[in-house]
């Protein structure tokens, strides 16, 4: 079944028994062949050997073909081939890298500070010492726009080790990888969801991530209109795995983040986050946006983090709320409500943390432009929870879900059924009503739950650049 989604979709493992022969050399790549006789069926045959053909060019002796990388030199070597390239990814103007590394001293937003991560002031502050560092989280979604180095620079994606998954729901058979397409996304939800964790450019301005020194890896399962197939996220939970077990990214600490989810339970789904669980990786997805309907999965199964959406009753209540309105510090939950989307727990689902997703800024782009837009939604909300995350396990190193979970749940800011008046873009306000079951344990106190897993308190006042802050982004779609 298809999973349509707005920012949400489900998934199912794939195994490495699951793979057919033609793939189990290893990662599948697109390859140029120029031939050094002419293109005959003989010739034809004694490729086909190595993989598929997709396209032939007989007047300049040529064809493409998709085969294993690690027989690329197998190919380059025989006798009739002149010459033998990956498929090269060409980029149609130059894209210009963030001018800063780091968003640790950016301004804050109303959601950061909502979480206590930042202080909104003059200045910001900082309200915690981690930063992510040393910490990868996996964002599973729809990849990054090829813009992606003037948003976040190139030092804080783990390129190298970014992917795509394509094919699934038994439509063109097998799952592909296909190592650079993740760069070149045209939907935009996965930039979003990325600038949460790390912090973007703002037209030269750093605006704050929750864990803007994370390393974070980009893993695209979900294709341009932002819906995917389950087996294809299950490859994505499954490749972050194994890097994890293979030693590939060394004693880092690793967390998930999926910003996405389906309607219905599945048993291979269920398997792939146990085994990411059992080997150290941390999971972090969205509640869904069902509303009354009820939480997707994987967010409901109870071994995921799963997150709820918040929002803040100061919001909209002047053209730059976004970033100068000041949260009420310590949170209090009368500033807080649930956002009416936000999926409610049914008998059977585990909900159990809430964070910011209703009206939260982030990199955007329509029409191939730079852009920031206001995005509501639970895919808004998880990222924040990845990214604390992050910095717990910066903290502590050795962490686990379980305990990450239970450190984050004991020290959430109780938000029980309620109801707030809450304004809304057009200057009218609106009341916001939900019950027990919208909530998890609460609102998200991200210094606190790190004080839960080190036994200390973390509470750090630094200093945070102001510059820039009435810059207005669009609205939201």
Excluded: C
């Amino acid at each position: 079944m298809r999973r349509a989604l707005t920012g949400l979709a489900s998934l199912a493992a794939l195994t490495i028994a699951a793979i057919p022969a033609a793939q189990a050399a290893g990662p599948q790549i697109g390859v140029n062949i120029v031939l050094s006789t002419d293109l005959t069926p003989r010739v034809e045959r004694e490729l086909r050997a190595f993989g598929t053909i997709n396209e032939t060019y007989p007047e300049i002796d040529a064809l493409t073909m998709k085969i294993a990388a690690a027989d690329l030199a197998d190919v380059q070597a025989l006798p009739f081939v002149k010459a033998a390239n990956e498929d090269v990814q060409f980029v149609g103007k130059p894209v210009a890298p963030s001018p800063f590394t780091s968003t640790v001293d950016g301004i804050a937003t109303w959601n950061t500070d909502q979480i206590d991560v930042y202080d909104q002031g003059s200045p910001d502050v900082r309200e915690v010492p981690q930063t992510g560092e040393g910490v990868y989280v996996a964002v599973l979604d729809t990849g990054l726009h090829s813009s992606w180095p003037q948003y976040f620079g190139t030092e804080a994606v783990a390129a190298d080790l970014g992917v795509a998954f394509g094919g699934g729901g038994g439509e063109k058979g097998s799952i592909s990888s296909q190592p650079n397409k993740w760069s070149t996304d045209q939907n935009g939800h996965g930039t979003h969801v990325t600038s949460s964790i790390l912090g973007y450019n703002l037209g030269g301005v750093p605006v704050a991530g929750v864990a803007p020194e994370a390393t974070v890896i980009p893993v695209k399962v979900l294709n341009q209109n932002g819906s995917g197939w389950s087996s294809m996220v299950a490859a994505g939970i499954d490749y972050i795995t194994d890097l994890k077990v293979s030693g590939a990214l060394g004693d880092s600490p690793v967390v998930i983040n999926m910003s996405l989810g389906g309607p219905a339970p599945d048993a291979l789904t269920e398997a792939a986050v146990a085994r990411a669980v059992a080997n150290d990786v941390l999971i972090v997805a969205s509640a869904g946006n069902s509303g009354e309907a009820g939480m997707g999965y994987p967010g409901a199964y109870e071994d995921v983090i799963s997150v709820a959406a918040s929002g803040w009753t100061g919001q909209w209540t002047s053209g730059s709320w976004w970033n100068t309105g000041d949260v009420a510090d310590p949170t209090s939950a009368e500033d807080a409500y649930i956002a009416d989307f936000s999926s409610r727990a049914l008998a059977g689902q585990d909900l159990d943390i809430a964070a910011p997703g209703s009206w939260v800024v982030g990199p955007y782009q329509l029409n191939s432009q730079l852009s920031y837009y206001f995005l509501s939604g639970t895919s808004m909300a998880s990222p924040h929870v990845a990214g604390a995350v992050a910095l717990m396990l910066e903290a502590n190193p050795g962490l686990t879900q379980g305990e990450a979970e239970a450190a984050l749940e004991a020290t959430a800011v109780p938000l029980g059924a309620g109801s707030r008046q809450v304004p809304d873009p057009t200057g009218a306000t609106t009341t916001v009503t939900w019950g027990a079951d919208a909530t998890g344990a609460g609102l998200m106190d991200v210094p606190a739950a790190i004080g839960a897993v080190t036994g200390a308190d973390v509470a750090e006042e630094t200093a945070a650049t102001t510059t820039g802050r009435d810059s207005a982004p669009g609205r939201n779609r």
